[in-house]
């Protein structure tokens, strides 16, 4: 993995506020090697500016930690570090801004943002970047903060559109769907095999691209949905249908599934129905390996939440929804945005523009 968040810094400004935040952004939100701190990744013997550079040339965004000493700092002869051209923070700063990274100015100690005319020229667009406050005494907010700006910021600058795979191997995808499908039919050990036999229901793996880019993950499936073998076919199926064209998705572009591919007996789905059907969502994600995944409505967020083990477990959808959060699957990092279950709007008109509002925020991924 490359290093996408360059930390610059000056030791004898911020080196413990600086340490404090790449721990915790290393805390369940981004993984190690995705962050650059000089300390801690040049190894002994390798060329640290050449080291810095490259880390420079690999990220996405550099952290410019800004502490109450950082504009006036001066070296052994009394002389200011920023004026010195060789000055490695200033040499850090000019290199992100040469090759036209994102820089997020970080204020901590309660620093102010250095003035456009007491910066080198070199490094004087530092001054007119938005800058981010980080206070002791809301730390753990001021980080949940930027953390949720990076990984906008991240996604922006890094795209996560993917590329179409060649016929051959979508032939492939579509081929695996179809074998996980008669292993879904065959799952006589599910907790829900009889009633799904009973009642001449369906079991529903899914339906859509199978080389899609996201991948909407509903709750369970409903009556209608197991007498017909599709997901999401009834009210709530026309409600994401109507979500999808307010950002020109057709159905067919993306995947739609549910934590559980059976109807659950009485409409009331158990922990063990839930616990059954988890090893064929993974690998239905596995398949089709998109970028995002959409959990629709608070049992599927709390499933992948808890599934992939993130910070935000526990958390409710009314606050979760529409945000940005990460995993790393088998075959990757992807993307997770809870959002509302569509039923939401049958239950309640007035939620359509939030849900809307949420969907918009998928654009960035088509
Ligand atoms: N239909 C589905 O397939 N899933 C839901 O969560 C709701 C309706």
């Not at 002869?77 to 820089?103: F, Q, W, Y």
């Not at 990076?150 to 081929?175: F, M, V």
Request: hydrophobic share 35%; charged share 25%.
């Amino acid at each position: 993995m490359s290093v996408r968040i360059f930390i610059s810094y000056r030791r004898d400004d911020s080196e413990g506020e600086t340490g404090r935040l790449h721990d915790h952004l290393c805390n369940g939100h981004f993984s190690d090697e995705e962050l650059f701190l000089d300390v801690e990744d040049i190894a002994t013997g390798v060329n640290f500016k050449d080291a810095v550079e490259k880390a420079i040339d690999e990220c996405s965004v550099m952290l410019v930690m800004i502490g109450t000493n950082w504009e006036s700092s001066v070296d052994a002869s009394g002389n200011r570090r920023l004026d010195n051209p060789d000055d490695m923070v200033r040499h850090e700063i000019r290199t992100a801004i040469n090759s036209s990274k994102r820089l997020f100015p970080i204020l901590v100690k309660g620093s102010k943002m250095p003035k456009a005319n007491q910066l080198p020229e070199d490094i004087r667009d530092l001054a007119f970047q938005n800058a981010i406050e980080i206070r002791h005494a809301h730390f753990k907010n001021d980080v949940a903060g930027l953390v949720t700006t990076l990984r906008q910021t991240l996604t922006e600058i890094e795209g996560y559109s993917k590329e179409p795979a060649n016929a051959t191997i979508i032939r492939q995808k579509e081929n695996a769907l179809k074998e996980l499908r008669f292993k879904l039919i065959g799952a006589t050990d599910s907790p829900l095999f009889e009633y799904r036999t009973k009642n001449n229901y369906l079991p529903v793996l899914g339906d859509g691209n199978p080389d899609a880019n996201i991948i909407f993950i509903g709750e369970y499936v409903g009556k209608t949905e197991a007498e017909q073998g599709r997901p999401f076919i009834g009210p709530s199926g026309d409600v994401l249908a109507s979500m999808l064209k307010t950002i020109n998705l057709r159905r067919e572009d993306v995947y739609v599934t549910n934590t559980i591919l059976d109807r659950p007996v009485d409409n009331k789905p158990t922990a063990k129905d839930s616990a059954y059907y988890m090893p064929f969502v993974d690998e239905i994600l596995n398949i089709i390996q998109p970028r995002v995944l959409v959990p629709l409505g608070g049992i599927a967020m709390e499933y992948a939440l808890n599934k992939y083990n993130l910070p935000e477990k526990g958390g409710k959808i009314g606050k979760l929804h529409g945000s940005l959060l990460q995993a790393t699957l088998p075959y990757g990092k992807i993307f997770i945005m809870p959002l509302y279950h569509p039923a939401v709007v049958l239950y309640n008109p007035t939620q359509r523009a939030t849900l809307e509002k949420d969907f918009q925020r998928l654009k960035v991924f088509i």
